[in-house]
């Protein structure tokens, strides 16, 4: 058994049930073993912009280890789903027991951060790209 493997919760959702709702503090990510999620973000729109969908073996609340702002996107369950939570506590307790696993996480979240971060940067250049085409045409 892995050391930190009693610091990893396991939590079940039914389809349509809220994971988490954009607002709320948050203090956990979560990662997917089974189902799927749709994030949304709510916009100037009346609808909320769906940024992504997710299943298993995604991840998604990574920044909750990291930052201490509210929830930037609600997770809604596409599908009975089943996830394993990380605390910002049990973090913590990584840090102190282990600084090497601490560090290897930091890095797989920061990595998840810029790819996402990536694919933003890039649907908002085609979006200001067709902005600026119509208005040229």
Same mark, same amino acid.
Do not use: W
């Given at each position: 058994? #892995?050391?930190?493997?009693?610091? +990893?919760? !396991?939590?079940?959702? /039914?389809?349509?049930?809220?994971?988490? &709702?954009?607002?709320?503090?948050? &203090?956990?990510? +979560?990662? @997917?073993?089974?189902? =799927?999620?749709?994030?949304?973000? *709510?916009?100037?729109?009346?609808?909320?912009?769906?940024? %992504? *969908? /997710?299943?298993?073996?995604?991840?998604?609340?990574?920044?909750?280890?990291?930052?201490?702002? $509210?929830?930037? %996107?609600?997770?809604?369950?596409?599908?009975?789903? #089943?996830?394993? $939570?990380?605390?910002?506590?049990?973090?913590? $307790?990584?840090?102190?027991?282990? =600084?090497? $696993?601490?560090?290897? @996480?930091?890095? &797989? @979240? !920061?990595?998840? @951060?810029?790819?996402?971060? =990536? =694919?933003?940067? %890039?649907?908002? %250049? !085609?979006?200001?790209?067709?902005?600026? !085409?119509?208005?040229?045409?």
């Amino acid at each position: 058994m #892995n050391l930190f493997e009693p610091l +990893f919760e !396991s939590t079940s959702y /039914l389809c349509g049930d809220m994971v988490v &709702n954009e607002g709320e503090q948050g &203090n956990r990510m +979560f990662c @997917i073993c089974r189902g =799927k999620v749709e994030v949304t973000k *709510q916009g100037l729109a009346s609808a909320p912009a769906v940024l %992504a *969908q /997710l299943s298993g073996g995604d991840s998604f609340s990574e920044v909750e280890l990291i930052d201490f702002q $509210t929830r930037s %996107a609600s997770v809604r369950a596409l599908s009975d789903l #089943n996830v394993l $939570t990380l605390s910002n506590k049990d973090m913590h $307790t990584i840090f102190e027991e282990d =600084k090497d $696993t601490f560090i290897l @996480i930091l890095m &797989n @979240i !920061s990595r998840e @951060i810029s790819g996402r971060l =990536k =694919k933003m940067d %890039a649907l908002v %250049a !085609s979006s200001l790209y067709g902005i600026a !085409s119509s208005l040229a045409s």
